[in-house]
């Protein structure tokens, strides 16, 4: 597919599991960023990388959260001992400019987490 | 801090009206600003882009204001369809790598 595509779609989690979600870019593009969007809210920035460089992190809530693009196309978000307040749906965004926010971003369907 | 403001309320219009939705800022010049829709289950897609020297920007049914003074752009949507029913998203440039995003505004078009 020509999108950016993200998985699981739903991921069900009890409160201190850790969590992996997937974020595949579009082919070629520099910027990929993530997103938190609780419901009812607008996408809340999370972190950005240019290629495999994470330069900015600072929308990361808590130490739990890390996110990696260890090869510059496929990125991961990992929490750990997940809870309850981090329910919400994690947006990835990709675009082809050099992550300027002036950049048209095109966004994956998101992942919804539920922590029980 | 930074603040975003979209009307929070939805706006019900009917088929072949023009929609106009708000969004105010505070506490920020941004270069630019951007318009997304959201529908349920899905990311945001782009919609138009609008600097800050510009009045004005255009695309098909689609037209956005900047006013820089009033801190404050307007999106309107003119000869509405049931299929523009969905949430917009207004979007700030930080003049980094950060996109600050409202919290949105609900459209229902009637038939």
């Known amino acids: 597919g020509a999108g950016v595509s993200q998985s699981p779609r739903y991921k069900v989690a009890k409160r201190g599991q850790d969590v992996a979600l997937r974020c595949d870019p579009i082919s070629g593009h520099v910027s990929l960023f993530w997103y938190q969007q609780a419901l009812g809210q607008g996408p809340e920035f999370l972190t950005y990388f240019q290629n495999e460089a994470q330069l900015d992190k600072s929308g990361l809530p808590s130490d739990r959260f890390f996110a990696e693009r260890p090869e510059g196309s496929v990125s991961t978000l990992k929490i750990q001992r997940t809870q309850q307040e981090d329910s919400a749906v994690y947006l990835c965004?990709?675009?082809?400019?050099?992550?300027?926010?002036?950049?048209?971003?095109?966004f994956g369907p998101g992942t919804r987490l539920t922590v029980l | 801090s930074q603040k975003i403001e979209q009307n929070s309320e939805a706006l019900n219009i009917q088929e072949g009206k023009t929609a106009t939705l708000t969004c105010n800022y505070t506490n920020y010049s941004p270069a630019y600003l951007q318009w997304y829709r959201q529908d349920p289950g899905r990311g945001p897609v782009f919609l138009l882009l609008?600097?800050?020297?510009?009045k004005e920007k255009r695309k098909e049914r689609l037209k956005v204001t900047f006013d820089t003074t009033l801190k404050q752009s307007l999106f309107h949507i003119t000869a509405s369809q049931p299929a523009d029913s969905a949430t917009y998203l207004c979007?700030?440039?930080?003049?980094?790598?950060?996109?600050?995003f409202g919290a949105g505004t609900r459209l229902f078009v009637k038939a």
């Open positions: 979007a700030l440039d930080t003049g980094g790598f950060k996109t600050i």
């Open positions: 609008i600097r800050e020297n510009e």
């Open positions: 965004a990709s675009s082809s400019g050099q992550g300027l926010s002036y950049n048209e971003q095109f």
